[in-house]
């Protein structure tokens, strides 16, 4: 159980697009979903929590019109990355939270965005 | 303010000797979550442990084992009897009470390397 899924797992977008993620927790209902950010030998950062229906909370620094997320059903957040540049390249790690296991945060297996 | 610092970088062990991981903690809630999660090449974070600040009894599983010291502030990981499947980055995180804090807080990783 406690599975979360993403997609895609990687891709690859010219400078000056725009790439969707997707975020789903396939057994279980998430109220909360979390989007982190990890560069190359760092650490994650996070940068947005999403509640189900209503707006996402972003961390300092992280510029909510590039980084549009939204938080529709109980199952589904999704991250856009508004016209891509190469500085945006990175993996991108989503985690939801159960609304019955509330200490508990399942990470989904990432997706590596690479903008050309 | 949260903070977890990982002060080793990056470890290189020969297969088979114990090795251990530093995790310091800092934070004012007096309920906390501790976590450590590996991270392989692959990218996907699997979680290892979830340890509440009640709770300061010492866990084996298998060759994992962690030490948990209030006074210290202080969460390490021990691997007895390394493996090549060891090899990965290891993450050490925080996490407020259930309500009000639910921001996953990771230190910045130790990059463990078991040589064959």
């Known amino acids: 159980g406690a599975v979360v899924s993403q997609h895609p797992s990687w891709v690859i977008c010219k400078s000056g697009t725009s790439v969707k993620i997707e975020c789903r927790s396939l057994d279980f209902q998430a109220t909360t979903m979390f989007w982190y950010r990890q560069f190359p030998k760092q650490s994650l950062m996070l940068m947005a929590t999403?509640?189900?229906?209503?707006?996402?909370?972003?961390e300092q620094g992280v510029e909510k019109d590039k980084f549009l997320i939204n938080h529709a059903s109980l199952t589904l957040s999704t991250l856009t990355v508004t016209s891509a540049h190469p500085e945006d390249s990175s993996f991108y790690i989503c985690?939801?939270?159960?609304?019955?296991?509330?200490?508990?945060?399942?990470f989904g297996p990432g997706t590596r965005l690479t903008v050309t | 303010a949260q903070k977890v610092t990982q002060a080793q970088t990056e470890i290189s062990v020969v297969e088979k000797e114990d090795v251990t991981l530093d995790c310091v903690y800092e934070t004012r809630d007096t309920t906390y979550y501790l976590f450590w999660y590996k991270q392989p090449p692959s990218g996907e974070l699997v979680f290892l442990i979830r340890r509440n600040s009640f709770d300061e009894q010492n866990e084996i599983s298998g060759r994992y084992s962690w030490n948990f010291q209030k006074s210290t502030s202080s969460f390490n990981f021990t691997i007895t009897a390394s493996q090549v499947v060891d090899s990965a980055v290891y993450f050490c995180?925080?996490?407020?009470?259930?309500?009000?804090?639910?921001?996953?807080?990771f230190g910045t990783g130790t990059r463990l390397t078991i040589i064959p």
């Open positions: 999403s509640n189900e229906g209503s707006k996402a909370t972003y």
């Open positions: 985690s939801a939270r159960d609304r019955k296991i509330t200490y508990e945060q399942y």
């Open positions: 995180a925080l996490k407020g009470p259930n309500f009000g804090n639910e921001k996953l807080t």
